[in-house]
C-alpha cells in the first residue's frame, strides 16, 4: 500500500522567511494531494490540494509543487506569519482512505 | 452549511468500560472516515464507509474496536473494553464521494481512559 514520508518533523522560522515542507510517497498510481493544517486543539483543516494532472498550485502565500517522477511534493509558505504556527499533514491518495506523513511542527518567530 | 459534528467532544471514561463515540457527517457526503490522532502523533486510519459498500477496516487495531453507519448518514464508532492506550482524540471526516474528494474534519472526541 500507499508510504508517505513527511520532513522535516518540526520546522522554526523567523516571521517573514519562506518555509518549506517536503512529503515523498511510494504508490506511483496516488493522484491527490492534499495538505491539511492543525492548529492546537483544533482539526485538520484543507489548506491546498494539487491532482496528479497539474505540477504546481498557488493560493496568495501558499503553493504546493509535485513531482511525479521522483513522487514528492512539497509546500511552500512565503512571507510567513506567526498565525502560520501549527502543525502541517500531507497525505496521498490512489484509492480511499487517504494516507497521511507524520506531520510538521511549524514554528513561526515574531 | 453545517459542517462534520461529533458527539461527545470529551470522554472520561474507566479502563474496562465501553464507550460510543458519534459523528454526523456533512448532508450529502457519501463517504465517511474514522481516525485516532494520539498526542503530538499523526492520524491513524480506523475505518471508511462509502455508501452501501462493505466498510473498509483495514485500519482497526483490535476487535475492541468497531463501527456502523446507520442510514448512510451518522456514524458510531465503539470501544469495548477501554484500555489505557485508546486514551487519544478519535477524528471523523466525510467527503463527498469517495477516491479523491477532500476530506472535512469533525472536532473529533477527546477520550482518557483512567
Known amino acids: 500500500g500507499e508510504n508517505v514520508e513527511q520532513h522535516p518533523s518540526t520546522l522554526s522560522v523567523q516571521e517573514g522567511d519562506s518555509a518549506v515542507i517536503k512529503c515523498t510517497y511510494s504508490d506511483s498510481a496516488s493522484n491527490y494531494f492534499p495538505w491539511y493544517k492543525q492548529e492546537l486543539g483544533k482539526r485538520p483543516q484543507l489548506i491546498i490540494d494539487i491532482r496528479s494532472n497539474v505540477g504546481e498550485k498557488k493560493d496568495q502565500r501558499i503553493a504546493v509543487t509535485l513531482n511525479k517522477t521522483a513522487k514528492h511534493f512539497s509546500l511552500h509558505i512565503t512571507e510567513t506569519q506567526p498565525e502560520d504556527s501549527a502543525v502541517y499533514f500531507c497525505a496521498a491518495i490512489k484509492n480511499t482512505p487517504l494516507v497521511f506523513g507524520k506531520g510538521t511542527r511549524l514554528s513561526v518567530i515574531a | 452549511g453545517a459542517g462534520v459534528s461529533q458527539s461527545p467532544s470529551n470522554k472520561v471514561t474507566e479502563k474496562g468500560k465501553d464507550v460510543e463515540l458519534r459523528c454526523d457527517p456533512i448532508?450529502?457526503?457519501?463517504?465517511l472516515y474514522w481516525y485516532r490522532q494520539s498526542l503530538g502523533q499523526g492520524l491513524e486510519f480506523l475505518i471508511y464507509?462509502?455508501?452501501?459498500?462493505?466498510?473498509?477496516k483495514s485500519g482497526l487495531p483490535s476487535d475492541r474496536f468497531s463501527a456502523e453507519r446507520t442510514g448512510g448518514s451518522v456514524s458510531t464508532l465503539t470501544i469495548q473494553r477501554t484500555q489505557q492506550e485508546d486514551s487519544a482524540v478519535y477524528l471523523c471526516a466525510s467527503s463527498l464521494a469517495g477516491e479523491g474528494e477532500t476530506q472535512y474534519f469533525g472536532p473529533g472526541t477527546r477520550l482518557l481512559v483512567l
Open positions: 464507509f462509502q455508501g452501501n459498500s462493505a466498510p473498509d
Open positions: 448532508s450529502g457526503h457519501t463517504a
